[in-house]
């Protein structure tokens, strides 16, 4: 009986001591080809995650603070969040590929572009559609593209 | 093609699905009944104020913006009372309306969560209110936009709340019937135009008319791939061309605040405070939008709980903003003469100090639930001659909950509203 008694104790803490510690980490996703994000981004995620997808590192505290605050003060969030894709966008620190870079290989554009943002390889069609707008617009640069990924609604899950 | 005009552009297509041409009420256009005013404007004199050092004066005439009377200010605290610029009225404000000396904040807690809740609402609370959702009943701006034109809504509808602590909530409710496409716009000015986020928030992409024609194709493109499984909680719902207008004025107030062209605009011989700063904004936001419904709140005189003196300092400081908030109203085409300008705190102080001593020697003030004093407030109801009764005095007992059905009365649409509402029109405000 006691023998039964120290197993049952023994599994109920091993499965205690799993559930306890929850741990967020979305930078170690892979990227899926099946683009079935359910999650919405609450308003820190997508900040966070954004300012990570840009910049290749973690945003600063006081530059997550000064988002919040605006993001908080504001009731129009798709308003605000429109400005703070925008501001990371245009700021000097971002390092974009050039038209030249792109215009090289706009196969490994498109597909590292969904990699960066959506964290899924882009269908064939995808891609081909993809191509053939750079191709088309010419006047198309990084900074729109990421533009157009950044307010998309797919961008909004995870 | 710059890029107010592409999120002009880009957000037309959404606005036309997310604002209801005809709202759920099955209403289209405006109330049923008439409307003493166009504009209300509701001023939660708030943090918490005694009667006996508003109107009561016990400390002398430490409002004397909106109150009448010479009566000195005591002589143990004068000294740390701010010189306010002179009066931009040519009277009192109390002679310009009412003024309800014995209102009561008679149900629910004493807290300031509270009594803004219950003020915004018309609705007594509880201590079941959360402080982390927005709360169950319609706010005053939901009944106002429900029971209204869609027209142009959301633009006419504006919360304007001092700091982000929970009060941002108070812009809609959760209730089944009302709630998010009934919101009203938020802005915490003060944070929202501090000088982070106004040097930080300020950059923008321009798009010629060409690219941002492209990048709205690609944009639907992209969306056409992704199937929705939730609502995204965007907000209050602005149309377009309200969205690039609010774009518009918040650049202006945050290029304002970077060239330095904000500091001290009322030329405060000292400072401004926060809550004048807070009606500042109001006013430049009165002056954009011409709101039909704004309410806004101060809260400096919540400093009581730990210094009497600067709490009369900071009942001074806000005498002075809201009688400049009055001038600036009869000074904006479209709001004056036409609007009625209702002042409130939202919870009254403690008759018994706690034992925090200032400077002066004073002791310091609470709000608890079992003090009595901590539930009587006044309540002014000011507005044009003919319209509102001028210069008049009302003792009958009245509550915080009679605002909202005031606010609806003045706006016409006090008929419509199909929730029960406890508190009472303050008839005798009117003429």
């Known amino acids: ?158 | 093609m710059d890029r107010r005009s592409f999120i002009k552009k880009s957000a037309l297509g959404a606005a036309s699905i997310a604002v209801p041409t005809i709202l759920p009420s099955g209403r289209l256009f405006a109330a049923t009944g008439s409307r003493r005013a166009n504009h209300v404007v509701f001023c939660l004199f708030s943090g918490g104020v005694r009667n006996l050092e508003s109107v009561l004066k016990n400390e002398g005439n430490l409002m004397p913006h909106m109150l009448k009377g010479n009566s000195s200010i005591s002589t143990d605290i004068a000294g740390s009372i701010d010189a306010m610029p002179s009066s931009p009225l040519s009277k009192t404000l109390q002679e310009y309306g009412t003024l309800f000396t014995n209102i009561k904040f008679s149900d629910g807690p004493t807290g300031h969560f509270n009594g803004h809740t219950s003020a915004i609402t018309g609705q007594h609370t509880n201590s079941n209110l959360s402080l982390r959702t927005n709360p169950p009943m319609p706010t005053v701006f939901e009944l106002y936009r429900k029971h209204n034109s869609p027209v142009h809504a959301a633009r006419n509808a504006w919360w304007i709340s001092h700091s982000n602590n929970l009060y941002p909530l108070l812009n809609h409710s959760s209730h089944p019937d009302y709630g998010l496409n009934y919101a009203a716009n938020q802005i915490a000015p003060n944070p929202f135009f501090g000088w982070d986020v106004s040097t930080n928030l300020r950059h923008e992409l321009e798009f010629t008319d060409q690219k941002a024609s492209t990048i709205k194709d690609l944009q639907a493109y992209m969306d056409s791939n992704f199937k929705k499984t939730y609502s995204l909680n965007s907000g209050v719902i602005n149309s377009a061309d309200d969205r690039e207008e609010m774009v518009a004025w918040m650049t202006e107030m945050q290029n304002k605040r970077v060239t330095g062209q904000l500091n001290n605009p009322w030329s405060i011989p000292s400072w401004m405070s926060g809550d004048q700063y807070n009606v500042f904004f109001a006013e430049e936001l009165i002056k954009k939008f011409q709101p039909e419904l704004t309410v806004v709140n101060l809260f400096n005189v919540d400093v009581a709980h730990e210094n009497f003196s600067e709490y009369c300092n900071a009942l001074n400081r806000a005498d002075y903003a809201v009688a400049h908030l009055w001038d600036t109203i009869q000074s904006t085409p479209g709001m004056k003469d036409d609007t009625v300008l209702i002042v409130m705190p939202e919870i009254g102080r403690n008759l018994n100090a706690n034992s925090i001593i200032d400077q002066n020697g004073r002791a310091a003030l609470d709000h608890t639930n079992g003090d009595p004093m901590a539930r009587d407030v006044f309540c002014m109801v000011i507005g044009p001659d003919g319209v509102v009764n001028q210069d008049s005095v009302n003792t009958d007992l009245g509550a915080t909950v009679d605002v909202v059905p005031t606010i609806a009365d003045i706006l016409g649409f006090r008929q419509d509203i199909d929730v029960s509402l406890p508190g009472n029109v303050l008839q005798s405000a009117f003429s």
């Open chain 1, 1 to 158: 009986m006691s023998t039964v008694r120290f197993y049952i104790a023994l599994i109920a803490m091993v499965l205690a001591s799993c559930s306890n510690e929850v741990v967020y980490d979305v930078g170690t996703l892979e990227p899926s080809n099946k683009g079935n994000k359910t999650e919405l981004k609450d308003d820190l995620q997508f900040m966070s995650i954004a300012y990570r997808d840009l910049f290749g590192e973690e945003v600063p505290p006081d530059v997550l603070s000064t988002m919040r605050k605006a993001y908080i003060s504001f009731g129009d969030k798709e308003l605000i969040i429109d400005e703070i894709v925008q501001t990371m966008l245009v700021s000097p620190d971002l390092d974009l590929p050039s038209s030249a870079a792109i215009a090289a290989d706009r196969s490994a554009f498109i597909s590292d572009t969904y990699r960066k943002f959506l964290l899924r390889d882009p269908s064939d069609f995808e891609l081909a559609f993809w191509e053939s707008q750079l191709i088309e617009q010419t006047d198309l640069t990084a900074k729109d593209v990421y533009y157009v990924f950044m307010t998309c609604q797919e961008y909004k899950y995870y």
